[in-house]
T-cell receptor, first 117, second 118 residues
Framework: NAGVMQNPRHLVRRRGQEARLRCSPM?????VYWYRQLPEEGLKFMVY????????ESGMPKERFSAEFPKEGPSILRIQQVVRGDSAAYFC???????????????FGAGSRLTVL | AQTVTQSQPEMSVQEAETVTLSCTYD???????LFWYKQPPSRQMILVIR??????QNATENRFSVNFQKAAKSFSLKISDSQLGDTAMYFC???????????????FGEGTQLTVNP
């Protein structure tokens, strides 16, 4: 079981470019969560997705940010026209289901560190 | 909305000693879960321990234990026999009872940087 795989681990972009971060959940997991960690801060929720559906995007900035989790392939977090303030570590986590019978532990990936020059 | 507060930005402890990290939270929910995650320099988020709010017994995982005070909304982490490998950022986190729109969403505190000194 390979766990949650994120790539790239490190990404450098110039202002105005696009950044694409990918997340493959654990095998059998159908729920994906994206979190952002700014320097010296905790993780902040961005978006919660299931296959082909965005369930909760209340933590996503209204502009330039989008996320998807297609039927086939990894979840993608896309940041258009990046600015220096987007520099952060972006973590993906996955879970088995919404866990009505109990809390599901989120399994986190190792994160993608975005640096905007 | 739920909030999680960790009032100790940094702490240090000598190897083999015991240290307690504090966490308080605010919620109107009655059914929820609390977690401590560890983030070492590798930045990987690692689950340390989990507590269900409906359980009165405090959770324990080897050298890690919690003091869960539901009425006070307090959830502290005690690390016994501290080891050098315990040096990390520790995050307290809150999860509502999973539901249709919240799933297993976590709300994190700002973290406490723990340094274990030899």
């Amino acid at each position: 079981n390979a766990g949650v795989m994120q790539n790239p681990r490190h990404l450098v972009r110039r202002r105005g470019q696009e950044a694409r971060l990918r997340c493959s959940p654990m095998k059998g997991h159908s729920h994906v969560y994206w979190y952002r960690q700014l320097p010296e801060e905790g993780l902040k929720f961005m978006v919660y997705l299931q296959k082909e559906n965005i369930i909760d995007e209340s933590g996503m900035p209204k502009e330039r940010f989008s996320a998807e989790f297609p039927k086939e392939g990894p979840s993608i977090l896309r940041i258009q026209q990046v600015v220096r303030g987007d520099s952060a570590a972006y973590f993906c986590a996955s879970s088995l289901d919404r866990g009505l019978l109990g809390a599901n532990v989120l399994t986190f990936g190792a994160g993608s560190r975005l640096t905007v020059l | 909305a739920q909030t999680v507060t960790q009032s100790q930005p940094e702490m240090s402890v000598q190897e083999a000693e015991t240290v307690t990290l504090s966490c308080t939270y605010d919620t109107s929910e009655n059914n929820y879960y609390l977690f401590w995650y560890k983030q070492p320099p590798s930045r990987q988020m690692i689950l340390v321990i989990r507590q269900e709010a409906y359980k009165q017994q405090n959770a324990t995982e080897n050298r890690f234990s919690v003091n869960f005070q539901k009425a006070a909304k307090s959830f502290s982490l005690k690390i016994s026999d501290s080891q050098l490998g315990d040096t990390a950022m520790y995050f307290c986190a809150f999860m509502r009872a999973p539901g249709e729109t919240s799933g297993s969403r976590l709300t994190f505190g700002e973290g406490t940087q723990l340094t274990v000194n030899p």
